[in-house]
Structures are given as structure tokens and as C-alpha cells.
């Protein structure tokens, strides 16, 4: 069993930065693909980016690409998602995930195991 929390959404201002954090627990998730979902109010949940499980394969969503970077530090159980220029459509909850087996970064929320509880970003115009 791996637990999720994910760490360091906030509010912030168009154009701006924002660096979230995902630290597992329970287990190393040096085997598992990791990945970022968000969910927007009335908007069903959607891929961000994820990350293999040694970090040499990613994959971004084309509305984030250039923009965001997903990245992972296996030593420290953690998982990162760095986001430059901001835009207020990022608002959204975003969720940290762990699939088992992560050989590729898979970008389908069905495939992944374990999920966190969510971190709000707030993108002001």
C-alpha cells in the first residue's frame, strides 16, 4: 500500500510559478510510474504528466507542454511538478498518482493504483 500526499499548491498570479510536491509513504516507488491528474470545478478529471518509473520516459499534456515539467527523485519518495506561466484555466485540484509497474508513463487515470487527496492551485488573472 503507498500513500500520497501531494504539497504546495496556492494561489499566484497569471504568469507565475508554482512547484508541487508529491511524498509517498508505505513503500518505495521506485517501480511505479507516477503521474499528475487535475480536476477543474464542473470538468472531469484530466491527465497533466507523468513520469516512468526511473524517470527517463515522460509525458505532458499538449495544454501544459513547454509549461510544466514533471520529475521525480526516487531517493526521497517524491515526485514533482513544476509549473511556469501559469494561466488561469490551470485552476484546478491536482492529484498525485502511483501506478504499479510503471515501465512507461501511462496517461490514463483507469491505470493508476493509488491516489493522493489533492492540492488546490488558484490562478488569478
Known amino acids: 500500500q503507498v500513500q500520497l500526499v501531494e504539497s504546495g499548491g496556492g494561489l499566484v498570479q497569471a504568469g507565475g510559478s508554482l512547484r508541487l510536491s508529491c511524498a509517498a509513504s508505505g513503500r518505495t516507488i521506485s517501480t511505479y510510474a507516477m503521474g499528475w491528474f487535475r480536476q477543474a470545478p464542473g470538468k472531469e478529471r484530466e491527465f497533466v504528466a507523468a513520469?516512468?518509473?526511473?524517470?527517463?520516459?515522460?509525458s505532458h499534456a499538449d495544454s501544459v507542454k513547454g509549461r510544466f515539467t514533471i520529475s521525480r527523485d526516487n531517493a526521497k519518495n517524491t515526485v514533482s511538478l513544476q509549473m511556469n506561466s501559469l494561466k488561469p484555466e490551470d485552476t484546478a485540484v491536482y492529484y498525485c498518482?502511483?501506478?504499479?509497474?510503471?515501465?512507461?508513463?501511462?496517461?490514463?487515470?483507469?491505470?493508476?493504483?493509488?491516489w493522493g487527496q489533492g492540492t488546490q492551485v488558484t490562478v488569478s488573472s
Open positions: 498518482a502511483a501506478k504499479i509497474w510503471g515501465t512507461i508513463p501511462a496517461a490514463r487515470e483507469r491505470e493508476y493504483d493509488y
Open positions: 513520469i516512468s518509473w526511473g524517470g527517463r520516459s515522460t
